[in-house]
């Protein structure tokens, strides 16, 4: 028998990730909250938009802001300079929350699956040419934005994920870039150029580049050259999404690359300019 909703309070709803966690947290039948700030006459349209749909889906709103963010296991990755110094940041975060005695979950969700699709693809441009950073062997997780959403609230009414990490890394979408090309190429009817940047060149730019343009590089090396997503086993203490929602269909990596091909989710590239 299901356990009673619990209350989901969401901040940083209104965010790239955050709209599709509002969205799985109604759909899964939660009274649903989502942190923001105010909307006045300068709030974006595009946010304004959300809120609306927001209060048509029964969401409340309550007006403050606080930010939010996925990605790697920060505790078990060693990445460049960059991306380590900003990793810090979130491991002095995590070890007060631990030492506090605060009830808590650690997510670790890998790649924002149609996030990275549009970057290291980009479909949106029809090229012809495609980066591949360092030999395209190295394996990765791209994990769809809506399975992480539904994950995640899954996770926030799980007994067994109290004071435990998550990790988010379903078989059917662990991939090299190399295979990620070969599909997108099958399945678009396409053939592609690929321009493959050697490991010394993207330590180079990490090091010449301005902050905070060297975190970017930084993060696609930390993922496609030294494949920090999969270089560690999940250990006993460790729980894995999949796993644990066995009878949740996610959606896999050609799944994925099916709807890009239908109906191809917006590109949204603020930490990749």
């Excluded at 105010?38 to 349209?45: K, V």
């Amino acid at each position: 028998m299901e356990s009673k909703k619990s209350r989901i309070l969401v901040f940083g709803g209104t965010g790239y990730i955050g709209k599709y966690i509002v969205k799985a947290s109604i759909t899964l039948g939660h009274p649903t909250l989502v942190y923001t700030r105010p909307l006045n006459s300068q709030t974006p349209h595009s946010k304004t938009q959300i809120c609306n749909e927001f209060n048509s889906m029964g969401v409340i709103l309550v007006q403050r802001f606080l930010p939010s963010e996925f990605g790697v296991e920060e505790d078990r990755v060693n990445p460049l300079p960059p991306f380590q110094e900003f990793l810090n940041k979130k491991r002095i975060i995590r070890r007060e929350i631990e030492a506090s005695g605060i009830p808590y979950t650690f997510v670790s969700a890998s790649c924002c699956g149609a996030y990275f699709v549009n970057i290291l693809l980009r479909p949106y441009e029809k090229v012809h040419n495609i980066s591949v950073y360092g030999n395209g062997e190295t394996k990765a997780i791209l994990n769809y934005e809506e399975d992480i959403a539904m994950y995640t609230i899954k996770v926030a009414n799980d007994p067994r994920t109290c004071n435990r990490i998550v990790l988010y890394r379903p078989s059917k979408n662990i991939i090299t870039q190399n295979e990620l090309i070969s599909l997108w190429e099958q399945k678009s009817g396409q053939n592609f150029h690929m321009d493959f940047v050697p490991e010394e060149e993207i330590i180079k730019l990490s090091k010449t580049l301005p902050p905070p343009q060297d975190i970017p590089i930084s993060i696609l090396h930390s993922i496609f050259v030294r494949g920090d997503l999969v270089n560690f086993e999940i250990g006993e203490e460790d729980l894995e999404a999949s796993q644990l929602y066995p009878d949740y269909n996610y959606t896999s990596i050609d799944q994925l690359l099916d709807i890009f091909l239908v109906d191809p989710p917006t590109p949204a590239f603020a930490a990749f300019e």
